[in-house]
């Protein structure tokens, strides 16, 4: 039995990767992603403008948006939308739930960046953009990749919890456990020689349940 499905044959992108580069059409006028470059970018897709579940990911992302700044990284939402109908949107938004969208919205009619992004799975829907997060560090390198069904909203404070925990992973060489948050111990990289494994058990910083699994609070 075949199926009438059209996979995608563009790439998509993964953990590591350069972002691909582009330029498009935003509530804010032409961006391109190299503008971004020196600062972190969360981009996420949404499915449609005008829809329940995307407006409450639109006030979340909002009222979030300082805190995203404040740790040095932007917001850039996107979907097939029109200019028009972003425009519409956000106004909309801003009337009836009183929240002011601040960060651009990509425009993204001809889905090209939706593509080159891998942001539509046909098996869920053609026409729409599925829920992904893209997280781009300072140097346009991805860092993280989410993808959500078009039934289900994203956590912004698990979005914001991950760009930290990145962050932090880059300023102090170290990993950080299942629900880590700011303040929590960190995980220090395993040792890889016999030596090390050594040391490692032997330093007075680190709290070692064993050679492989050590943890340590973070000095402020």
């Not at 990749?145 to 979005?159: A, C």
């Amino acid at each position: 039995m075949t199926s009438d499905v059209q996979i995608q044959s563009s790439p998509m992108p993964r953990i590591g990767d350069l972002a691909p580069q582009f330029a498009a059409e935003t509530t804010q006028g032409l961006l391109h992603l190299e503008d971004f470059k020196g600062t972190w970018v969360v981009m996420f897709s949404h499915p449609a403008d005008f829809t329940p579940v995307c407006t409450t990911e639109f006030i979340a992302f909002a009222k979030a948006h300082s805190q995203f700044q404040k740790m040095g990284c932007e917001l850039l939402g996107l979907s097939i939308d029109s200019i028009f109908s972003h425009i519409a949107w956000t106004k909309n938004i801003e009337k009836t739930f009183g929240q002011k969208i601040t960060f651009p919205i990509i425009a993204d009619q001809a889905r090209s960046v939706a593509m080159l992004y891998g942001m539509i799975m046909p098996g869920e829907s053609k026409t729409e953009t599925s829920r992904c997060v893209f997280v781009i560090d300072d140097k346009q390198v991805i860092r993280a990749i989410i993808y959500y069904p078009l039934t289900t909203g994203r956590n912004v404070d698990e979005i914001l919890r991950l760009v930290t925990a990145l962050k932090t992973t880059d300023e102090h060489g170290v990993a950080t456990p299942a629900n880590w948050k700011p303040g929590d111990e960190v995980i220090v990289p395993p040792p890889r020689t016999q030596d090390a494994a050594d040391d490692q058990l032997g330093n007075t910083d680190t709290q070692c349940l064993d050679w492989y699994f050590c943890k340590k609070t973070l000095k402020s």
